[in-house]
């Protein structure tokens, strides 16, 4: 056993040994000479009581050793930071149970999730310490890759930043027939991105200013599912990543440094239609995306996945094993209903501004827990047009469903092929617009709202949020 691999197997002993400590202190390893292995997080199914999965999940303080030789305060789920995968199915009813064992108040929030909205998690489902509060809904929505992170008003950014936020995979009929790889942490890889700046006392240096605010608070450090450039030791065979960006405000252009092609099999909330070749992925704050990397000719050789807009390494990709099951990706993934322009009820204009240092807003607006934005009538289709009126960077999402982009600066054609599926956020590069069609189905409430905002959290905190509700 060469040393890398003996560091492998004690650090990964010792991970599952801490993944049962409920006590709130996990040890992530620190980077040796060797780099640190990648970490995937454990995957939970739920226990089924009543005909029903229930997940019971603990937000608690903790210590990670991002570092050599300091520790760093952290929070996480059922860890201390980040947390569990977690595996839904289509068609069943679940029991997502938070309790809150933090000294403040804070939600939990399934973006992705199609949900009733006093089920979303947003800034109204507040979670005091102490407290248990409980997501119950019937998955009702294709295979996708979600996730889940806190969402309480002017705070988003720092519980984030503190380590809470993990996966939601939901399952289907479809992803089970495809002939995708689907064994988790073996090639089927979640990759969560995320940026952070240390202090010398290892502690997260996170105290953004009016300057950092505006243009989106940027870390330093890159890290993939907790880790700092880690290695993954993969089978030469073609191997699925489950790319979140989860930081606050970066985005990212993701690829390999060797310029090796990849395909893109998924959009936030569902396959697409085919599956897209690319050699660069952008992704902004709350996107997702599913890639199908084939390594079958790569026996013995490494490839390096990056960010090329900052050229910061995110991981190493070792092909060193050989393949023991082998996959082949279809050449049609999923027929994705589409909306019509035609049956559009109305137009939605949304325009993203500023109105001060450090005051963003919608429409002129900022979010104001007490004031309902937006009514949108239950199976009504309708399009949203959202401008960025500013010369910085900004996204868009939406709670409750997914959209479909139609135009980017009222051209059809300037929707990229990997953008053509099934979407909850979108970017929006400076001074440009984006007009999507969407249709609010299944759960309409007259008085708890649904939030749409940008997901560059220090916008979303500093104002550029609003509520709609479905009637
Ligand atoms: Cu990922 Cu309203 O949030
Ligand atoms: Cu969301
Ligand atoms: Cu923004």
Redesign the pocket.
């Known amino acids: 056993m060469n040393r890398r691999k003996f560091l492998l197997s004690s650090i990964a002993a010792a991970l599952s040994l801490s993944g049962c400590n409920r006590g709130g202190i996990t040890v992530t390893p620190s980077t040796g000479s060797d780099g640190s292995p990648f970490f995937i997080p454990p995957e939970l199914s739920g226990e089924t009581v009543n005909g029903r999965k229930s997940f019971n999940l603990t937000l608690q303080k903790g210590t990670s050793g991002f570092l050599e030789n300091v520790s760093t305060p952290t929070w996480g789920i059922n860890g201390a930071f980040l947390g569990p995968t977690l595996r839904l199915r289509n068609g069943e009813s679940v029991d997502i149970s938070y309790t809150n064992q933090l000294n403040e108040d804070t939600t939990i ?1 399934g ?2 999730m199609h949900v009733p909205a006093n089920m979303d998690g947003g800034p109204h489902q507040i979670i005091a310490p102490g407290e248990t509060w409980t997501s119950s809904y019937t998955v009702r929505q294709f295979a996708c890759t979600n996730w889940y992170h806190p969402h309480l008003m002017g705070k988003t950014a720092e519980h984030v930043m503190n380590g809470l936020a993990g996966l939601i995979i939901i399952d289907d009929d479809n992803s089970e027939s495809l002939d995708l790889p689907k064994r988790y942490g073996i090639d089927d890889i979640p990759v969560i991105v995320q940026d952070r700046t240390f202090n010398s006392d290892g502690t997260f240096s996170y105290n953004p200013s009016i300057r950092e605010i505006m243009h989106g608070w940027k870390g330093d450090t890159l890290m993939v599912n907790g880790v700092i450039n880690p290695y993954l030791d993969v089978e030469a065979k073609q191997v699925r990543f489950r790319i979140l960006n989860g930081s606050n405000s970066r985005v990212y252009n993701f690829g390999f440094v060797s310029g090796k092609s990849f395909r893109q099999i998924a959009t936030d909330n569902a396959f697409l239609e085919s599956p897209v070749e690319l050699t660069q992925l952008r992704l902004s704050p709350g996107e997702r995306a599913e890639i199908v990397v084939d390594f079958s000719n790569d026996l013995g050789k490494e490839e390096v996945f990056w960010d090329s807009d900052s050229k910061i390494n995110l991981f190493k990709v070792n092909i060193e094993n050989t393949a023991t099951a082998v996959t082949e990706l279809p050449a049609r993934l999923i027929p994705l209903p589409r909306l019509n322009p035609a049956d559009a009820a109305r137009t939605r204009s949304f325009t993203l501004s500023a109105q001060g240092p450090g005051q963003l807003v919608i429409n002129g607006q900022s979010m104001n827990m007490s004031v309902i934005n937006e009514t949108v009538p239950l199976d009504d289709v309708e399009i949203w047009e959202v401008r960025n009126a500013m010369g910085m960077i900004h996204n868009f ?1 939406i ?1 409750a469903t997914h959209f479909q982009l139609l135009e980017r600066n009222g051209n059809a054609n300037a929707v990229a092929d990997n953008e053509k599926g099934f979407k ?1 956020t979108v970017f929006i590069p400076p001074n440009e617009s984006v007009k999507f069609i969407v249709k609010m189905t299944d759960y309409a409430d007259s008085s708890i709202p649904y939030m749409y905002h940008c997901h560059i959290l220090e916008h979303e905190d500093a104002g550029m949020m609003g509520q709609f509700l479905v009637v």
């Open positions: 929030h973006h992705g999402h709670h909850d």
